[in-house]
């Protein structure tokens, strides 16, 4: 009897499946996507109702030979990649390679499921389906899109700016975000205001500590201190009377259990994890973890879904799990449901264990150590949502006090008190920023009765001053992005890495700080392209995008309408946009070597300060600003209050290979350099929610030589670092994870976290892939013109093929 062969994405997810389906089923994986658009050509036809020209992805036609040998044998094929667009469109790209002319070639289906369980896999193969050509289409549309985008602008930008950049629709607008940010902190003004605080004794501790809050039943703005000292001179030797004591229960509600977005943000709050780090974790707790006596499993359900559905066997599950970890108390009478967005997908499920009964205490020690903490983080929040909600009273005190200005003033202080944890004593949700809910749970309240005088104790009059908003960290940036409807949250991973690493954006104690080179790219889209690169537009396209995958929405229609638009803009842009490279500012500085004016010019490295006298006079300083704001700010040469304690000559920043340090501008006449840490001051440690395996203190983030690190805080009586993870098991020992490392001259290389007891270590980083050819147990990363590619380590083995990564800016021709 022929066996069935089954198709998915990796190697872990295939062997997972495998011991689930038994031995009438061969599981092979195809790496992932075996079609896409060539990297070095458009290929779409605007002309031709925007038709893609797929081709094999370099290094897969071997492994497609191997799957047509397999289905040619095989009583069925099912394509069981992941339930979402893009495992749609490998299904599709596998049916095209595997169908048979034959009219005895084997049936094709399609099998989807959101867990990796026994149940949930024979449950999809008792019903297999057929590829959804409206998902498949979505899918395309988004392809061609970021290909339109990507291989029409790049060029303009590697000709007005610098060779090697790239544009992106949804790229460009998170950039957008964080460079508009920027600049309204950079413009905000801070204003001054007072508060008024009064501490009171009632007949029984602790302190009645209340703030001024309205003056004559009207609120009260304190804008100086003029003002603050005039209330605090009006309020001398006043009584203080209880005007009312107001005591009311109140309650909070459990959070909804994960969905992609909301677990990226939490990872990121609660365990400084990247996204990106986040969903490879996650993949892994999908696919399956190997764990002792059983073989891979699958632990948590598929983690690409913006859906609060849980399933009924699941909740019946979790419900028996809170009755007998919990109690009764803790347990609703029915089981709590969400609301999931308007244009969730809920044929997917939220993110859960796919057994609420396996506890984390259980995987301790069998997972990594991150994969392990994510999972708990995931199972905490599965099982607190469906508890029941904690219970606070909520006492406001307010107090009176006659002026002797003839003006009435009220005090207000507010306090809760815990009455009931509820899903509390599980989880409890991370915040970007403390608000009135901590303040009053800090707040312990004495008690009083309303017209009890209360007897002073003292006044603190304080100074205050208004504040920018925040800077985007990633927990911050993927709630914007998904509040504003731009991309999709599985897409958000290479968003942020695409933008850090075209060095757009850098990371400033874990938030994102616009680079000169991104805002110079933002204003000049934007300038151009400023509909397009819009939120609200883009926006809109998601949603045409989730029509498309309804049936709603045809995608050549949707594609003619955008790239109309798009191309006028392109062509006015051809013609327009600032030519960067080209451009010269004035300035009023003289060249101190040939006495000729000296221009703001635009380099490899950003803006720089330059001789018109070039070629003869090849003079040059360094310059702090961003171009596009010269004409507003004037600019400032960096460094231009230290001066050279040699020559005298102003000292400019520069960079070299361990960072920024300060140089003489008088080089190479002068070689005078001084350390960064010489003239600023040191960053501050930035203290973290996680706590120090080693001795319990909290941990830290640093910044050393080479840049951010994180350790304990108690150093150096505790000396812990926390090794930096990439997310790969050693490919040596099989035990340990792969972790980065620096030599002693800075360059980054990667060794096993087992070491000395196992010596791995490797130049390239290393992937969690096995190479298709020699069977070698990992492939390293490598950046080639052509873009990122998997290369096998083996220097008998010359297998290499692309990796998979955002959008690549075109070859141009005489490049």
């Not at 006492?395 to 009455?419: H, M, Q, W």
């Amino acid at each position: 009897m022929s066996k069935s062969l089954v198709i998915v994405e990796s190697p872990t997810k295939a062997k997972t499946i495998g011991k689930y389906l038994g031995k009438n089923f061969v599981v092979k994986a195809s790496l992932g996507h075996i079609k896409d658009l060539p990297k070095n050509d458009l290929a779409v036809a605007t002309d031709r109702d925007f038709e893609p020209k797929y081709i094999i992805i370099e290094g897969k036609k071997k492994l497609i030979g191997e799957l047509k040998a397999a289905a040619k044998g095989a009583e069925t094929v099912y394509l069981a990649a992941d339930p979402d667009r893009e495992g749609e469109a490998i299904c599709y790209h596998l049916r095209e390679e595997l169908e048979t002319r034959a009219k005895n070639g084997p049936a094709i289906y399609r099998v989807r499921f959101n867990e990796i369980t026994p149940g949930a896999i024979q449950r999809a193969f008792e019903k297999p389906a057929e590829v959804n050509a409206n998902l498949v289409n979505a899918q395309q549309a988004r392809r061609v899109l970021d290909r339109l985008v990507g291989y029409k602008i790049s060029p303009l930008l590697w000709d007005k700016v610098r060779r090697g950049l790239s544009a992106g629709r949804v790229q460009t607008v998170a950039l957008r975000l964080i460079v508009e940010r920027e600049r309204v902190i950079r413009a905000f003004q801070k204003e001054e205001y007072w508060t008024i605080d009064v501490q009171l004794n009632g007949k029984k501790p602790p302190v009645l500590h209340t703030r001024l809050v309205k003056r004559n039943d009207g609120n009260l703005e304190i804008p100086d201190q003029g003002a603050a000292d005039a209330i605090v001179a009006a309020l001398g030797g006043a009584a203080y009377v209880v005007d009312s004591v107001l005591t009311k229960e109140k309650k909070r509600n459990a959070v909804p259990p994960f969905i992609t977005s909301t677990l990226q943000q939490e990872a990121a709050r609660k365990l400084r994890f990247s996204v990106k780090r986040t969903m490879m974790l996650a993949q892994r707790l999908y696919e399956g973890i190997e764990l002792p006596g059983e073989g891979s499993v699958g632990l948590i359900t598929y983690m690409r879904t913006d859906s609060t559905r849980v399933s009924a066997e699941a909740l019946t599950e979790v419900r028996e799990v809170i009755g007998k970890r919990y109690g009764a108390r803790y347990l609703p009478s029915s089981p709590n449901f969400y609301r999931s967005k308007k244009d969730a997908q809920d044929a997917h499920e939220a993110i859960r264990p796919t057994y609420a009964n396996r506890a984390p205490d259980e995987l301790q020690g069998l997972l990594a150590e991150d994969e392990w903490k994510l999972y708990r983080l995931i199972w905490m929040r599965f099982v607190a949502s469906q508890m029941m909600p904690a219970v606070f009273d909520q006492t406001t005190i307010e107090v009176s006090a006659a002026g002797s200005d003839g003006n009435r003033y009220l005090f207000r202080a507010t306090g809760s008190v815990p009455k009931f944890d509820g899903f509390l004593a599980v989880y409890e949700e991370g915040k970007d920023q403390k608000d009135d809910e901590d303040e009053e749970l800090k707040n312990r309240l004495p008690q009083v009765e309303t017209g009890e005088t209360l007897k002073f104790r003292s006044m603190e009059p304080e100074q205050h001053f208004t504040e920018p908003p925040p800077r985007f960290n990633e927990a911050t940036l993927v709630k914007e992005l998904e509040s504003d409807g731009v991309g999709r949250p599985s897409t958000y991973a290479s968003i942020l890495s695409t933008i850090q690493e075209r060095e757009y954006v850098k990371k400033e104690g874990g938030r994102f700080v616009p680079t000169e080179l991104g805002m110079v790219v933002t204003d000049l889209l934007v300038e151009s392209f400023d509909d397009i690169f819009d939120v609200r537009y883009t926006a809109r396209m998601e949603e045409e995008l989730d029509g498309i995958e309804e049936g709603k929405i045809d995608w050549r229609e949707a594609l003619t309408e955008f790239y109309g638009k798009f191309q006028k803009d392109l062509e006015h842009a051809e013609q327009n946009m600032t030519d960067i490279k080209r451009m010269e500012k004035p300035t009023d500085l003289v060249c101190d070597k040939c006495g000729k004016p000296m221009v703001i010019k635009w380099g490899r490295h950003g803006s720089f300060i330059a001789c018109t006298g070039y070629p003869e006079c090849t003079n040059t300083r360094e310059l702090t600003v961003d171009l596009p704001d010269v004409d507003k700010v004037g600019f400032t040469e960096q460094g231009d209050e230290e001066y050279c304690e040699n020559c005298g000559r102003p000292m400019v920043l520069k960079k070299g290979r361990f960072g920024t340090f300060y140089a003489c501008s008088g080089y190479p006449d002068c070689k005078t350099t001084k350390r960064i840490g010489d003239t600023e001051q040191k960053k501050a440690d930035v203290p973290l929610e996680e706590k120090c395996p080693v001795c319990g203190n909290h941990l830290v983030l640093k910044y050393g030589r080479f840049g951010e690190f994180t350790a304990c805080s108690n150093y150096p009586t505790c000396k812990y670092v926390k090794q930096k993870t990439i997310g790969v098991t050693c490919p040596k020992c099989h035990k340990g994870e792969i972790i980065e490392r620096r030599s002693k001259r800075g360059k980054t290389f990667y060794g096993c976290n087992r070491y000395p007891e196992c010596d791995f270590v490797a130049w390239g980083k290393p992937l969690s892939e096995k190479c298709p050819e020699c069977g070698g147990e990992y492939l390293i990363e490598k950046w080639l013109k052509a873009g990122p590619v998997a290369q096998c380590p083996n220097p008998e083995c010359k297998h290499k093929h692309p990796i998979e990564v955002a959008e690549q800016a075109p070859a141009i021709a005489g490049s």
